[in-house]
């Protein structure tokens, strides 16, 4: 039996220690350890994005980092996203463009939205959908979670875009 790692990290703003096996994945620790489930276990080998989280805001597939490597790192997760206020934009926009279906997909779709519109706050459609690559929905056609980034964006988007 391997021995376990104490680890220091900083999740959704809050400080935060937990132990792990070195083996252990980030999206293990965070599901199973720390009771954030928000991230999802889709593939397993970082083809789906289900598990998108940011690591010192940079996006990342929680399945493919080890929990060790966030030592003394900001992780943000879905449930990091939105504020005790309310909601953030980007899951608003979701809501208010039905870019959700089952709802399995969309917590690493919003990930993956926030960590480009903090890199490029006015991207194209093209630039939406380049970025969205490493995200797969099965139920949608992807066209309302690009209008949903968009309209986060505050971006005109199809019939809007060209009067």
Partial sequence: MATKTQVEAVINGEP????????QSLLEVLRDTLGLTGSK???NNGNCGACSVLIDGALVNACLVLAVEIQGR?????????????????????????????GFCTPG???AAKALLDRNPDP?????????????????GYDHIVKAILAAADRP???????
């Fill in 109 to 111: 779709f919003i990930v």
């Fill in 41 to 43: 276990e889709g593939c």
């Fill in 16 to 23: 935060i220690e937990f132990l792990c096996e070195p083996r």
């Fill in 157 to 163: 988007t199809g019939a809007e875009a060209h009067p």
């Fill in 124 to 140: 194209s459609e093209a630039e939406v959908r380049q970025w969205l690559a490493g995200n797969l929905c099965r139920c949608t």
């Fill in 74 to 102: 900001q992780v943000t997760t879905i449930e990091g996203i939105a504020t005790p206020d309310g909601l953030h934009p980007l899951q608003q926009k979701f809501l208010e463009h039905a870019a959700l279906q089952c």
